[in-house]
């Protein structure tokens, strides 16, 4: 690689600047700014990895960058009200506008905890108003999206408060996201985007105070695209193989340690498992050590690696027969519980 070449005299430093600012690794991030081939951007990416700016490659190659070089995520002052009125305005904008590239409405309670009405929210008429002017507006931005959002509110009978003119931040939030309009029919694609707005919504539990709450896996992925299993003993009993409680709480770790919002998404998507078992092998998941049961309601078993051990090790440990999601990853264990 020939740093003259790309028109950086210190490629090393340039690239550190660039992952910095963006607070993301990744071989394609350098491709794009610096216009490298694959193989030149991968012995970048090792040369950054030995001056100690980013890690060894974790579960499916995802590096991160070292804890020197990580922005704090939490913000060192809690936000003012109309500062959270606006990031709600922004964030609802956002859903709707990928809903209606999507072809889809977009679900409801998603809508209502994204908006800045909460459980007042109207989210049919919210759900209407941007629809409508995507419907009809020549360019379909985001911004457009969000200036009909951000218009329609102060009209709203729930009372918005009033938090003057809202269009200024609300374009730099728009223009950061900086990508165009476009009718989305892939159905891996719409599963990738759904990983990832669950994503975007955990980061702000630690960005903006918004209450956890372990409804949102269900409110922002469709049933459809969380991968099922199958139990042995027969249905009766929804089980998220990785309990919901523990893996937002270790997604909110990973947001700590710096991980973006696409390594999240994907960790989750790994981690979405559902298996039906019957209520009994439920209550023996959740039942204490000393009632004779497994002590696993909301966590996993010590010692357990997210994104590196076995998914199904709860149900393992439980001795749960079961059949793997057949689009999910396979149980990785020497285990004959699912033979």
Not at 61 to 71: D, G, W
Not at 200 to 221: M, V
Not at 225 to 237: E, S
Not at 304 to 322: E, M, P, S, T, V
Request: net charge neutral; hydrophobic share 40%; charged share 25%.
């Amino acid at each position: 690689m020939n740093e003259a070449s790309t028109g950086y005299p210190d490629l090393v430093a340039a690239a550190t600047a660039v992952l910095v600012a963006e607070q993301s690794v990744s071989i394609a991030l350098l491709q794009r700014k610096f216009r490298l081939d694959y193989n030149d951007a991968l012995s970048l990416m090792d040369t950054l990895e030995k001056r100690g700016v980013v890690s060894a490659p974790h579960f499916n190659h995802l590096r991160t960058l070292t804890p020197a070089y990580m922005k704090p995520l939490a913000t060192t002052q809690a936000l003012s009200e109309r500062e959270k009125h606006i990031r709600r305005v922004f964030e609802t904008a956002l859903f709707l506008w990928e809903a209606h590239e999507e072809g889809q409405g977009g679900n409801t309670k998603a809508i209502r905890i994204l908006s800045p009405h909460g459980n007042k929210a109207n989210t049919r008429q919210q759900r209407n108003v941007v629809f409508a002017t995507l419907d009809h507006a020549q360019h379909r931005s985001l911004l457009t999206a969000a200036s009909a959002l951000a218009n329609w509110l102060p009209h709203d009978r729930q009372g918005t408060v009033d938090h003057g003119d809202i269009m200024d931040e609300l374009t730099v939030l728009c223009l950061v996201e900086n990508r165009g309009y476009q009718r989305i029919t892939d159905r891996e694609e719409k599963i990738e985007r759904s990983y990832v707005r669950l994503a975007r919504y955990i980061r702000r539990i630690l960005t903006e105070g918004t209450p956890p709450n372990t409804e949102i896996f269900l409110h922002f992925i469709p049933n459809e695209f969380v991968p099922r299993g199958k139990g042995k003993d027969g249905p009766g009993w929804e089980e998220h193989v990785v309990p919901r409680k523990y893996l937002l709480q270790t997604c909110l770790e990973l947001f700590k340690a710096g991980w973006s919002v696409q390594e999240v998404a994907r960790t989750l998507r790994l981690s979405l498992v559902v298996v039906p078992i019957t209520a009994v092998q439920s209550g023996l998941l959740d039942s204490s050590l000393g009632n004779g049961g497994s002590g696993l309601k909301e966590t996993m078993p010590d010692g357990w690696r997210i994104g590196i051990d076995c998914i199904y090790a709860r149900l393992h440990r439980a001795n749960i027969g079961f059949e793997p999601a057949s689009e999910a990853a396979n149980c990785t264990c020497l285990h004959d519980s699912h033979a």
